[in-house]
């Protein structure tokens, strides 16, 4: 077989990964999925489950700015720096100054909206050829807001979205406990966003979705990549174990990993990973039909995978430092805010990597160095919202089919 007619080869396993390989097998081209960790139990396995086409917001805007020192010096405050690691985080923290510049952010809101406007018009096609339409919800997601000083802090939120035109519905009081009877009283308005739909078990539509890839005759190799062989193009990944996998084409995908194999490419990215916890409840005591977020405590509640999880906080600490699951603790604590009878009993505690940029828009599109590479990287919080979308621009570019958005605000060297 020569390497023209070799498997596109995907490094990453994941959601973003699986979803670029199952569409390029359900397009008759012939891919090959590498999975670093057998169990796939990384950010596809905690995230909170939604479909979050109103969260597109660059993170370098002034509001979050404003926010960041009183943020950093509660310990219990969602967003935790690890003293150790500043400085090695400081060259990304620079760039998301630059990327706080009006004009910039003005361009990355656009960026952003443009790919939460096509989630649908993707999601549901990919649903349903791979006949899971099934995992995803009705119901939408509640914002909520204990008084009128939390909604105007929240309002550049609301004005972004009237500005591209993101479906949204104020409540009041009465009308958010008709929707859901176990929030607290405490909360006077509540913005629903219908859009923000969830998927009812993330990890079981990433096994469903791999399973398949397989049954159309795609490849799972569990390994991690040690290096590339190229000439004027990228033939093989080779493996730590020694493997080598020719390739037509590379697709990276690896998440926050993904920095660590650009830069064995030589083509550097400013990738960090956003550390986000978890807590699983199985006996939560309270029934709820939509996920709500809480902005002004940071955290999340989406009843999925059998239960209700809590998740959020940001905690940059690198790949490698053990967890603190003290900030999994706090965030219970903060959902018990807004459902005053939540149980915590048969629970689980996860911590996963968010792949992120400093400027929050992903990187979707082909190497600037090496013909035949692609990247599908740093969708921060919103990778199983983009996923079907990113899916179906690297299947195009693959092709060679022209794709239905203009990809250089996403392309790998605009830092």
Request: aromatic share 6%.
């Amino acid at each position: 077989m020569s390497i023209d007619e070799g498997p596109v080869v995907v490094v990453g396993a994941g959601i973003i990964g699986t979803t670029i390989a199952y569409e390029l097998q359900r397009r008759g081209k012939a891919a090959v999925l590498i999975e670093r960790d057998p169990e796939g139990k990384g950010a596809s396995y905690g995230n909170m489950a939604s479909i979050a086409v109103t969260e597109f917001m660059p993170a370098s805007r002034p509001s979050v700015w404003a926010q960041m020192p009183k943020w950093l010096i509660d310990p219990e405050g969602p967003v935790r720096i690890r003293p150790s690691y500043m400085p090695k985080l400081t060259p990304w923290f620079l760039r998301f100054l630059e990327a706080s510049r009006p004009s910039r952010l003005k361009e990355l809101e656009a960026a952003g909206a443009v790919l939460c406007r096509r989630v649908y018009d993707d999601l549901m096609p990919l649903l349903q050829a791979a006949e899971l339409t099934d995992m995803l919800t009705e119901e939408g997601c509640l914002s909520l807001y204990a008084d009128e000083a939390e909604f105007r802090a929240d309002r550049e939120h609301i004005a972004i979205l009237e500005r591209f035109g993101f479906r949204h519905e104020i409540l009041g009081s009465n009308a958010i406990r008709h929707l859901e009877p176990a929030l607290t009283s405490k909360i006077a308005k509540a913005v629903l966003f219908p859009d923000n739909r969830s998927i009812r078990d993330p990890y079981k539509l990433l096994l469903k979705l791999r399973d398949k890839f397989l049954v159309l005759g795609g490849r799972i190799e569990q390994g991690e990549v040690a290096g590339f062989i190229h000439g004027d193009r990228v033939q093989s990944v080779q493996l730590k174990d020694g493997r080598a996998l020719e390739a037509s084409e590379i697709v990276l995908a690896a998440g926050a990993y993904t920095g660590k194999l650009a830069r064995l490419l030589d083509e550097p990215i400013p990738l960090e990973t956003e550390r986000g916890y978890h807590t699983h409840i199985m006996a939560p005591g309270i029934s709820m039909s939509h996920s709500i977020i809480w902005p002004a405590r940071a955290f999340m509640v989406t009843p999925t995978a059998g239960g209700i999880r809590v998740g959020g906080t940001v905690e940059m600490a690198g790949l490698d430092a053990a967890p603190d699951y003290r900030r999994a603790k706090v965030l219970v604590k903060r959902a018990r805010e807004a459902l005053p009878e939540l149980r915590a009993e048969k629970t689980t505690e996860w911590m996963g990597h968010r792949p992120a940029l400093p400027d929050t828009v992903p990187i979707i599109g082909p190497s600037a160095k090496h013909r035949g590479v692609f990247y599908a990287t740093g969708h921060g919080h919103l990778g199983l919202t983009y996923a079907a979308t990113t899916g179906r621009l690297i299947a195009d570019l693959v092709i060679g089919v022209q794709p239905p958005i203009d990809l250089k605000p996403y392309r790998v060297d605009r830092f």
